[in-house]
């Protein structure tokens, strides 16, 4: 883990190996010194087991970014592997923060799989299952009004997610699925797999007066049986 008082502008955490019974990898409140430019992230090939596999335990990140009050990041997270932890990937800006999540396996937390809030980017090619044990949803995005989020989701499979404890439980609350928007985002989510999700597979919680329209066509929803 490091937490705050790095100094570095440009950090990298790469090629480690995390094992079973891990509480995973935490970037937490960086002092960004010069504010006059971006903290560079990056944040790839690292593995992380939890603990959930043994005592269906809520703890750990497989990735924990969390920004202090000053200019953003700009975050590299690519071909990760994150299994059996309480959540995935927890990315929370506290001013805007751009990010490329790629390419990284996501399976079984007990949250959600990806959580942004004031982040935009890319979420590109990333496999996302069973993600939200009881509730939650795989991929879960949010923003205000001062640093609003655009975002893009491609080439995803998000499967399985949502209540994954019990697959038979099909309310239509909202409360769970597959991908949620909030606040005040904007997304473009084409060419994804996303299917059998518990509830949902897209909920979105952005006003109209915010974002008056998301954009996500050209995605596989799955058969559909009568």
Do not use: H
């Not at 932890?85 to 990806?114: C, E, L, M, P």
């Amino acid at each position: 883990a490091l937490y705050n008082g790095a100094t570095s502008m440009s950090i990298e955490i790469k090629n480690n190996t995390l094992g079973r019974g891990s509480y995973g990898i935490e970037f937490y409140y960086p002092y960004n010194y010069k504010g006059s430019q971006y903290m560079t992230l990056d944040i790839t090939d690292n593995t992380v087991i939890g603990q959930m596999a043994t005592n269906n335990s809520s703890s750990g990140y497989g990735l924990r970014v969390y920004t202090s009050n000053q200019k953003g990041l700009v975050a590299t997270i690519e071909n990760n592997t994150i299994k059996a932890i309480g959540r995935g990937i927890y990315f929370y800006s506290q001013q805007a923060s751009r990010a490329v999540i790629k390419s990284n396996t996501i399976d079984s937390t007990y949250y959600q799989g990806i959580y942004l809030n004031k982040v935009s980017g890319r979420i590109e090619s990333n496999t996302i299952t069973k993600c939200g044990r009881y509730d939650y949803f795989g991929i879960d995005i949010t923003s205000d009004f001062n640093y609003p989020a655009i975002d893009t989701l491609q080439y995803n499979t998000i499967t399985g997610n949502g209540y994954w404890y019990s697959p038979s439980n099909t309310t239509t609350t909202g409360g769970w699925g597959g991908i949620r928007l909030q606040g005040y985002t904007q997304a473009k989510i084409n060419y994804n797999n996303i299917y059998d999700n518990n509830a949902y597979e897209v909920v979105n919680n952005v006003a109209a007066s915010a974002v008056s329209e998301q954009d996500a066509k050209f995605n596989y929803w799955g058969t559909y049986n009568n």
